[in-house]
């Protein structure tokens, strides 16, 4: 048995990418997320940490964590407990691996890769219903039943948002979904675009969607018994989260790499993914200033209401133009 060394260093060179990737983007992401809110609060936010804007205090607040005590409470389900991070946070790092820079920046290029992504992005909401269910809390037991009518609601939003655009593109594949993109669709696919990023907000439980957690309430939810770095992870998978919903929201409804000269430079077009990647990224922390946080009645009725209702009636009509065309 042979070894091809060249398709295998291949592997390793696109795994240890997704891994860095997977790393550092969440992080800016949450810095960013420490200055827009400072701004727009009209306060300043971190400044210290590092010298220059605080740039560092992500990386102090990691360190502080890793300082703390681990603790695991005597009546919980030690092991479920215990895995509960890592299920919240590894299928953010599988979905990443299939979204694309570019036709050729991709880390796994699957013909059906926007199920694969919907797929493993749900999975991560797991992780959630593990940490409640195992905490022996009763605060955190309520978070995750939040949490479960939470994805019940908005999953099915988010598919019919999903499918109007792959049936518009004619195809799963994310990257020929990005190919077949036109500008018009800008229009023609907008209140499809607006029903995924809220329904995404939804997924990822974060406000005004953050029912699950409601500090006000359950004190932190289904995290409540976690300390150290066990809650750091659900922090960094909130992150994660957020990368994972802006980078696909990109490149289904913005266009991914398209942009100018992106054919004539090869890195102009990872370069534009990234791009509107931290534009809707931003829109999704300017929302969370902006919006207060929803009660559990207006947040079901949001679902079944409205966006339901909205996405099947934006899917009959790309049927009508696909057909028509």
Avoid: C
Wanted: glycine residues 8%; neutral net charge; proline residues 6%.
């Amino acid at each position: 048995m042979t070894v091809d060394v060249p398709l295998l260093f291949e592997v390793l060179l696109r795994a240890v990418a997704v891994l860095v990737a997977f790393l550092t983007l969440p992080l800016l992401v949450g810095q960013t997320e420490h200055k827009v809110m400072a701004h727009m609060q009209g306060r300043i936010g971190p400044m210290y940490a590092g010298g220059f804007h605080g740039w560092a205090q992500l990386v102090a607040d990691g360190v502080k964590f890793l300082q703390k005590e681990d603790i695991t409470p005597a009546a919980a389900d030690r092991a479920v407990f215990r895995l509960a991070p890592a299920v919240a946070l590894v299928p953010y790092m599988v979905a990443l691996a299939a979204i694309p820079l570019s036709p050729t920046w991709v880390a796994a290029d699957i013909d059906a890769g926007l199920l694969f992504v919907l797929a493993a992005s749900t999975v991560a909401v797991l992780g959630t219903l593990m940490a409640g269910w195992s905490s022996a809390n009763k605060y955190a037991l309520l978070g995750s039943m939040r949490a479960a009518a939470q994805l019940l609601a908005y999953e099915l939003p988010l598919v019919l948002a999903a499918a109007s655009i792959a049936m518009a593109a004619g195809t799963l594949s994310l990257i020929g979904i990005a190919d077949a993109w036109q500008w018009w669709w800008l229009i023609w696919q907008a209140p499809a675009g607006v029903i995924f990023l809220v329904a995404g907000l939804a997924e990822v439980q974060r406000p005004p969607f953050d029912m699950p957690l409601a500090d006000s309430e359950l004190v932190v939810g289904p995290f409540t018994e976690y300390t150290g770095l066990r809650f750091a992870l659900f922090l960094l998978a909130e992150y994660a989260g957020i990368v994972v919903l802006s980078a696909l929201t990109a490149v289904l409804f913005l266009g991914g790499w398209h942009g100018p000269f992106w054919n004539t430079f090869g890195w102009i077009g990872p370069v534009w993914t990234l791009l509107k990647t931290g534009l809707v990224a931003f829109v999704v922390i300017w929302v969370r200033v902006s919006w207060p946080r929803l009660r559990e009645d207006q947040l079901q009725r949001l679902a079944w209401g409205v966006l339901v209702p909205a996405g099947l009636v934006q899917l009959a009509l790309t049927a009508v133009v696909v057909v028509a065309t």
